[in-house]
């Protein structure tokens, strides 16, 4: 048996949360995976609360990454995405099995609490930042933006790029967490509500690049602000869904918008980017965005992070 949180559905269809003594026999085939860590990301918080259709399949252990240790061979693997704790049994639990190609072994500096507490928020903002270099977005180019700074993907991106030499201007809608931005390397603070309402078709050119987690208003006032030749990737929902934007910034200013989606990377690109985020993103920066909490502190936390309560990166002991 090990411990979990475990989602279950009745049949009038109401889903509740509790944590659970799990047989080891419901694990599905593959290599098994002492959990250490697992974390909680918007998309955990969602499936937790129920508040959107993440689960696909019931009974589920919600989790969409983990970081342990293999029970075959021993060593140290991440996992990110692929569907776990959506249909696939998940990583909020003191065990998992996947598929062997859906683990990635952990750069030799990285611990498997740094490496929980990038999760996946941190690897889908190194993503971005691959992003924006492939799109040719240097440091000399001009400021880049980082929207819904202050979660999970935003603070590992401002420190990223800042590490980069990028000049790192961070827009949140917590005025409050201004000196934990500066702390992590932003140079300038853009308040949520400057780029939360009706776009214009072009604005002021403000960014050479972008990296977006709030979709909806923010992400058409971004497009419509950045530099000629610039990029913005964007990968998140917070605002909306919604991209009530125009053609112009594409049509007018060669911008380019690079989608980012974690969950379905080939091996490979996982490789490089934890690869990155071992040399790019300063230890002591990392720690500063990390919370450490118990699994049983799980469910209380989902409707934090969808109420955007949440600061930096929350890491879970799910041994604690
Ligand atoms: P967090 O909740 O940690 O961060 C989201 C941040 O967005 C909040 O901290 C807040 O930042 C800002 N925000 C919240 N509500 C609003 C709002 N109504 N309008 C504008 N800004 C808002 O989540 P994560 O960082 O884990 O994820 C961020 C987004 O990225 C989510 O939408 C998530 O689903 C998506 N995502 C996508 C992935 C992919 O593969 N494409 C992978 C991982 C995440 P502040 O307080 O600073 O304003």
Redesign the pocket.
Known sequence: MFRALLLQKDDAGSVTAALADVNESMLPEGVVVDVEYSTI???DGLAIANASPIVRSWPMIPGIDFAGLRTDTGGRVVLNGWGVGESHLGGLAQKAAVPEGWLVELPASLSTLQAAAIG??GY?SMLCVLALEAHGVTPDLGPVLV????????SVAVAILAQLGYEVHA????PE?ADYLHLLGATAIVR?DEL?GPARALGKMRWAGAID??GSH?LANVLSMTHENGCVAA?????GMDLPSSVAPFILRGVTLAG????NVVHAKRVEAWRRLASDLPVEKLDAMTTVVPLDAVIGLADD?LA?K?RGRIVVDVNA
């Not at 929207?147 to 935003?154: H, I, K, P, Q, R």
């Not at 827009?171 to 917590?174: A, E, L, M, P, Y």
């Open positions: 990301n918007y998309k996946t928020a889908t929207t819904g700074a202050a979660g999970g993907v935003g827009s949140t809608g917590r967490e949520r939360a987690a709030v923010t990968c998140g929902l917070a605002q980012v989606n974690s969950v992070i955007g949440v």
